[in-house]
């Protein structure tokens, strides 16, 4: 039974840090391109990055780019969000996601974790 799941949200203030966690089971994740979404409420999902099997490249929504980074753990089936510069507008639950590859569609899914910005 493939599992992902979220850890490291949590309120933080306008311009602090956090590091979002996600760890697979069932999967052997270097397998896999690995992405972070979010989603507001009353917002629709958005995606905010992702990075390929080996790490070596990530891509990044223009809202998070430069304040975000993405980076991955293949021998500890984990992948990492490094969040910084945070603001309010950042306020959302995380989610992350696995796909065989880029353009094929998000096949697993975590739960998620919420993260809230305040000013």
């Known amino acids: 039974q493939v599992q992902l799941v979220e850890s490291g949200g949590g309120l933080v203030q306008a311009g602090g840090s956090l590091r979002l966690s996600c760890a697979a089971s069932?999967?052997?994740?270097?397998?896999?391109?690995m992405g972070w979404f979010r989603q507001a409420p009353g917002k629709e999902r958005e995606f905010v990055g992702h990075?390929?099997?080996?790490?070596?490249?990530?891509i990044y929504a223009d809202s998070v780019k430069g304040r975000f980074t993405i980076s991955r753990d293949n021998a500890k089936n984990t992948m990492y969000l490094q969040m910084n510069s945070l603001k309010p507008e950042d306020t959302a639950v995380y989610s992350c996601?696995?796909?065989?590859?880029?353009?094929?569609?998000?096949?697993?899914w975590g739960q998620g974790t919420q993260v809230t910005v305040s000013s």
């Open positions: 996601a696995a796909a065989a590859r880029v353009g094929v569609g998000w096949t697993y």
């Open positions: 069932g999967l052997t994740s270097s397998s896999y391109v």
């Open positions: 990075i390929t099997r080996t790490g070596a490249s990530t």
